[in-house]
C-alpha cells in the first residue's frame, strides 16, 4: 500500500512505495488511488515518490515498466504538478526500463527475454504498427504449449489480442496504447504476463453513453457495465466486434490462466482456479487496463483451434 504525506505549506505530496511489489490487482489500485490524491490536494505542486526508508527496490521488470508508464502519464496529465522520483528508485527505472515508439523490436528466443536485465515498453499510435508485436504474442502463447495446428491457432490468437487493441485506439478517443510483456519466473515454472494500456475514455463510458442513447432507463452501474462489454458479441462499435475480450476470456479459463481488466473504477478478475469476479476499485483508472498471464511449457494439456466453431479448445492429456 502507498502511503502519503501531505505538506501543504510546501504544496508537496510525498508518496512511499513498499519495497516489495507484484503486477497485480493491488499495485492497479495504488497507482490509480495515487492519480486520485494528487487530484485531491488542489495546492499540490509536486509529488515525491521513494520506496520506504528510500531502499533500492528489487522490483522486476514488468512492475518497473508499469510504474514507469503509469506515473509518467500521471505527470503529464496533472497540470501544475511536478512529479519527481528517489534517485535509488529512479536509477532502477531508467537502467531497467526502455521506452520504444512505434518500432517493434524481436526477441530472438525465450531465454534472451528471461535474462536480459533490460525491458521494452512500446507506445504505438496505430494499430498496423502493432502488428509485428502481436504476432510475437501469439507466438510465445504457442511455442510452449502442445498443440495439433500451432499455426491456425497462432492466428486466432493475433486476431483476439488485435481486437482488444484496436478497442483501445477505437473507443476510447485516443491516439496512443501502450504494451508490455515478458516471462516471469514463478513457483519453479514459467509465467508469460501481457500487459496493454490505454489511457483514454473507459469501458464504463464507452458502455454507459451506449444505454444512454438506447435505453436511458436501463442504464447500468459500473460493474454492470464492465459485464456487459465482456458478454460474447456486446459492442458498442458499429457493425460487428464484441469478441476480443470475451474470447481471451474463454481461452484463459481452458489453459488455467489469469486475467484483469480494470477501467474507470470497476475490475474484472479471473483466476487460475477458474474463479471470476467483477467489483469496484480503490481508485480511479482514467482508460483501460488489460493484463493476463498464462503458464509455459504447460504440456499437461492439448491446446487446438477448433476451425468449425471458431474457437479454442484444450484436452486434457489425463483425459485420452
Not at 502519503?4 to 508537496?12: G, K, M, S, V, W
Not at 508518496?15 to 495546492?43: E, H
Not at 508485436?133 to 511455442?143: C, K, Q, R, T
Not at 474507470?264 to 482456479?273: E, F, I, Q, V, W
Amino acid at each position: 500500500m502507498f502511503v502519503y504525506n501531505y505538506f501543504a505549506e510546501d504544496h508537496r505530496l510525498y508518496v512511499s512505495i513498499p519495497l516489495k511489489i507484484t503486477l497485480d490487482r493491488t499495485l492497479f489500485d495504488d497507482v490509480a488511488g495515487l492519480c486520485d490524491a494528487v487530484a485531491d490536494r488542489k495546492g499540490c505542486t509536486q509529488v515525491l515518490i521513494s520506496c520506504k526508508d528510500e531502499k533500492v527496490p528489487n522490483y522486476d521488470k514488468l512492475v518497473l515498466a508499469y510504474l514507469y508508464c503509469s506515473i509518467g502519464h500521471l505527470a503529464k496529465s496533472v497540470k501544475g504538478v511536478k512529479v519527481l522520483w528517489h534517485k535509488n528508485l529512479s536509477q532502477r527505472v531508467i537502467s531497467t526500463v526502455h521506452p520504444t515508439h512505434g518500432k517493434f523490436v524481436p526477441t530472438e528466443s525465450i531465454e534472451d527475454l528471461i535474462q536480459s536485465p533490460n525491458l521494452n515498453i512500446y507506445y504505438f499510435d496505430s494499430d498496423k504498427d502493432i502488428e509485428k508485436a502481436l504476432h510475437e504474442i501469439s507466438n510465445f502463447m504457442v511455442l510452449y504449449t502442445s498443440s495439433i495446428n500451432p499455426d491456425e491457432l497462432g492466428e486466432y490468437f493475433t486476431t483476439v489480442i488485435g481486437e482488444i487493441v484496436s478497442n483501445s485506439f477505437n473507443h476510447s478517443a485516443q491516439d496512443r496504447v501502450f504494451l508490455m510483456y515478458d516471462v516471469l519466473q514463478e513457483d519453479d515454472s514459467y509465467t508469460f504476463c501481457v500487459n496493454i494500456i490505454d489511457y483514454g475514455k473507459t469501458i464504463v463510458e464507452n458502455v454507459q453513453e451506449y444505454f444512454s442513447k438506447r435505453t436511458p432507463s436501463k442504464m447500468p452501474n459500473a460493474i454492470e457495465a464492465l459485464n456487459w462489454a465482456i458478454q460474447k458479441g456486446n459492442t458498442t462499435r458499429t457493425g460487428s466486434g464484441g469478441y476480443g475480450l470475451p474470447t481471451l476470456i474463454e481461452y484463459l479459463q481452458k489453459v488455467n490462466g489469469e486475467l484483469c481488466i480494470f477501467s474507470g473504477n470497476a475490475y474484472y478478475m479471473l483466476k487460475s482456479d477458474g474463479s471470476q469476479k467483477t467489483e469496484l476499485s480503490h481508485g480511479h483508472l482514467s482508460g483501460t487496463n488489460v493484463t493476463f498471464k498464462i503458464k509455459l511449457f504447460n504440456f499437461s494439456k492439448i491446446v487446438f483451434f477448433d476451425p468449425t466453431r471458431e474457437t479454442v479448445e484444450a484436452i486434457s492429456l489425463d483425459q485420452l
